[in-house]
């Protein structure tokens, strides 16, 4: 292997020395934060762990510190094969001896890695979950020793979440076969409810729980109304995020490509990544955007998870999130370092339309309908709040907060006001299309209706008639929409059909006949731009004047070793690792390692190297 060997730790009575030295030698941190320790001792000490953890906060050293201080290897479940490579760099990089099993691997590169796993020679061993199920896998796995098995991204088994992957389900088994084993499943999101699924799936219900706060203060969660989503978009990253490392979610394969597109076009080199490109040009491309500094990917869901790039200055969604979970999952891979970052969204009428219809329509049972739109309304309340968006996303998974002052509905507060009559005119109109004419019709003939316009489908359908028609003259087209919108974000409307015509619901009645009160938001004006926000130039202005070039010339080094070593820049050193090594600039290698990120192995690897920049 190529990384040398890390010296085992004999465990005393307490675990906390070896697993506090251990921070420190191999990856150069002097504290833990939040409960690392608290969990990592627990593993240590051979307990069962399910860890809920933000992202960004640390999941990994969680298993990583116990595979090093246990005697045997760390077997790592991960879904990620694209992936795995990038971790197994990052390790070696610290001097950890990792090494992973998968289906791009030739006979011979498994048939090395199986035996340096039988000899000792690993400390960590990542395995895809369908690996697990193959018989050949168990049998080496029996002939090895086991210092734990880290089940990541543990979401995964969640039968009806966002990500689920029905290989994960085969995971409860490990407790029968390797019963002295400790296990620590660990997730970066999850409700109280999906926490319990995942504790019971994984046969981890006697397993101690570790909940981290779900809180990420220098994430800026932004909603605004969609208008020419593209051209929104645009203005974001050329007036914010200039020059930042980026992604951008869309729900369908040909808007990825088209934004891509729009947005190279238009001076910003973003990429594509679908299910639908092929293995070689997705691998390509997600290798781009961890390699190369202020890409962007504009793409579904298929991507982002077990990313590890810390610089990720921005997450936008230019359609709805199918629910919380994924909204916070995909967000948190914004801002993994610390600094500031945006969490942005565009949000409109057909994203609840098109939402609403995709419900509907999908398989499974009652049951399974009644859920997704559970996870819907609780999305659409979070774009219709006019309270801290923060406070609302923490309370969603069970947690208390206070409003943050940095998010769109802090800085620029929301106004609420009674939209009674205008529901009723809205419902009255779908009512006497639906009772009096047996007729359904989209929003955009209702709105016809309601502003009076003598459109050819309203002349066709005699619809002047109505007596709803032209009630409507005090609000704008883009204001009935909005109106429209908020219905179904209450469950006052809904859809039906192919062609998403609007329908009443059983709580329509109680709007109608004036026994419930409506209210709706105003459409906030624009959020003034946080101070907290920067861009990659933005913050290198932080640094004092003097070590702005310093800095420069470090992340130039950087950039040329990690090209020759074909590993991301942020396995060589973090840009927080950098920044404070412009700024203190040390002269000793002494000096150098108490840099916080510079471990053992770094610091005689890259040591003389990052000392002669200095002095260049």
């Not at 697993?19 to 627990?42: C, K, M, P, S, W």
């Not at 409810?193 to 101690?208: G, S």
């Not at 009652?366 to 309270?387: F, I, K, N, Q, S």
């Not at 090594?581 to 690897?605: Q, R, Y």
């Amino acid at each position: 292997m190529r990384a040398h060997r890390i010296a085992r730790v004999t465990l005393p009575d307490t675990a906390t020395p070896a697993t506090v030295d251990t921070l420190r030698r191999v990856f150069g941190y002097d504290a833990f934060r939040g409960n690392q320790q608290e969990i990592i001792d627990h593993v240590v000490g051979g307990g069962d762990a399910l860890v809920l953890m933000p992202t960004g906060g640390g999941k990994s050293l969680c298993y990583q510190i116990p595979a090093l201080v246990r005697d045997g290897v760390g077997i790592v479940v991960s879904p990620l094969i694209a992936l795995m490579q990038d971790q197994v760099d990052a390790l070696t990089a610290l001097g950890v001896r990792a090494g992973f099993l998968n289906s791009t691997q030739d006979f011979e590169q498994r048939r090395e890695v199986e035996a340096a796993f039988l000899a000792g020679d690993l400390d960590l061993l990542y395995l895809a979950p369908e690996r697990l199920k193959v018989e050949s896998t168990l049998r080496l796995l029996d002939r090895g020793t086991i210092a734990l098995f880290a089940i990541d991204e543990a979401h995964c088994v969640a039968q009806w979440g966002h990500d689920f992957r029905p290989d994960y389900l085969a995971l409860s088994a490990l407790h029968e076969r390797w019963p002295t084993v400790p296990r620590i499943a660990l997730t970066a999101t999850a409700t109280e409810a999906t926490r319990k699924e995942i504790a019971t799936r994984l046969n981890l219900d006697d397993a101690r729980q570790f909940v981290s706060s779900f809180d990420r203060p220098n994430i800026q969660y932004r909603i605004v109304a969609k208008n020419r989503p593209e051209q929104q978009l645009l203005e974001l990253l050329t007036t914010e995020h200039k020059g930042d490392a980026g992604i951008v979610y869309c729900l369908s394969r040909n808007s990825t490509e088209r934004t891509a597109a729009f947005l190279t076009q238009n001076g910003i080199e973003a990429l594509p990544y679908h299910a639908g490109l092929d293995a070689r040009t997705r691998a390509a491309n997600q290798s781009r955007f961890l390699r190369e500094d202020g890409l962007v990917v504009v793409a579904t869901i298929a991507f982002g998870m077990g990313i590890d790039k810390p610089d990720v200055r921005f997450v936008a969604h230019l359609d709805l999130p199918k629910s919380v979970e994924g909204y916070y999952q995909e967000t948190g891979r914004a801002g993994r370092d610390g600094l500031a970052s945006t969490a942005w969204l565009a949000y409109g009428l057909q994203d609840v339309v098109q939402q609403r219809k995709m419900i509907a329509t999908s398989e499974g049972g009652d049951a399974h309908r009644r859920r997704l739109g559970v996870h819907l309304d609780a999305m659409l309340a979070l774009c219709e709040t006019v309270e801290c968006r923060r406070v609302q996303l923490l309370n969603y998974f069970g947690q208390q907060g206070e409003p943050c002052g940095n998010c769109d509905t802090c800085l620029a507060p929301p106004e609420s006001w009674d939209g009674t009559v205008a529901a009723q005119k809205v419902l009255s109109a779908v009512f006497r299309l639906d009772r009096e004419r047996r007729q359904k019709f989209g929003v955009g003939h209702v709105v016809d209706i309601l502003l009076g316009r003598t459109t050819a489908k309203v002349t066709q359908f005699n619809h002047e008639s109505l007596t709803v028609f032209g009630v409507g003259a005090e609000l704008s087209e883009p204001e009935w929409r909005g109106v429209v919108r908020q219905l179904l974000a209450q469950g006052l409307l809904t859809v039906e059909g192919d062609h998403g015509t609007l329908v009443l619901t059983d709580a329509s009645a109680d709007v109608l006949g004036r026994k419930r009160e409506v209210r709706l938001r105003h459409e906030p004006k624009r959020a003034t731009r946080s101070s907290g926000r920067k861009s990659a130039a933005a913050a290198q202005a932080e640094l004092p004047d003097e070590a702005k070039p310093v800095f420069e010339r470090l992340r130039s080094w950087r950039a040329a070793t990690a090209k020759e070593q074909g590993v991301p820049a942020y396995v060589i050193f973090h840009d927080a690792t950098l920044r404070q090594i412009a700024t203190e600039s040390p002269a000793t290698l002494a000096a150098l390692g108490s840099v916080s990120g510079v471990g053992e192995n770094k610091l005689a690897k890259y040591g003389q190297q990052i000392l002669d920049t200095l002095a260049a």
